[in-house]
Every structure is written in C-alpha cells, then in structure tokens.
Nanobody
Framework: QVQLQESGPGLVKPSQTLSLTCTVS??????????WSWIRQPPGKGLEWMGA???????YYSPSLKSRTSISRDTSKNQFTLQLSSVTPEDTAVYFC??????????????????WGQGTQVTVSS
C-alpha cells in the first residue's frame, strides 16, 4: 500500500516562497512508470493540477504556474518537494500530492490517479 503525506507550513506571507514536501512510503518515487504530482484546491473552487515529477526525474508544470513553480526530489528520503514563489492570497488552497500513471489505450493516453495524500491547508496572509 502506497502512502503519501504532505508536510510544510500552514501559513505563508505574501511574496514569500511556499515549500511543501511529500513523503512517500510503500513505494519508490523512482519506480517505472509513475508520476508524482502536486494538485491544489482553492476554497470553493475545483482541483488545479500544478505539476509533476516523473520516475525519471523529468518535471512538468502547468503553463499558468510554470514561472513560479519548481518540483524537485530527494531519492534518498523518497520525497519530492514543491516550491511556489511570490505567493499571493490567491494561492491559498488545500495542497495535495498524488501518484498517477499513463496508459496507452486505443483512444489515446489515459491518466490514472491511484494514491493521494490527505492534503494540507496553506493560507497566504500577512
């Protein structure tokens, strides 16, 4: 059973950098062919995919957040980290880490999310 756990500060000041870590147990972040993602949900809004780290170490970012987002990993600790710079109150959200895989079917690539962290509330406020 794979488990993901987010950790980090619950309160960040505007203009600062938000940093969250996802610790993975029961599986390895280097295992083919899984992707490890960050997703957030602002209050009253839907889920927003922020970016992902592939098993290979490659990273992928949402175009709308790419200039402020960085995802890195520490394979020795089996963790991956999100950094979001220059935060504003609009970055207030519940942040989740999640694992997904890609499968090539007759209709094209499909994405399957199978494990999620419980989520962590981050509030941006002075």
């Amino acid at each position: 059973q794979v488990q993901l756990q987010e950790s980090g500060p619950g309160l960040v000041k505007p203009s600062q950098t938000l940093s969250l870590t996802c610790t993975v147990s029961g599986g390895f972040i280097t295992t083919n062919y899984y992707y490890w993602s960050w997703i957030r949900q602002p209050p009253g809004k839907g889920l927003e995919w922020m970016g992902a780290l592939a098993y290979s170490g490659s990273t992928y970012y949402s175009p709308s957040l790419k200039s402020r987002t960085s995802i890195s990993r520490d394979t020795s600790k089996n963790q991956f980290t999100l950094q979001l710079s220059s935060v504003t109150p609009e970055d207030t959200a519940v942040y989740f880490c999640a694992r997904y895989s890609l499968t090539l079917a007759e209709t094209g690539w499909t994405i399957k999310y199978d494990y999620w962290g419980q989520g962590t509330q981050v509030t941006v406020s002075s």
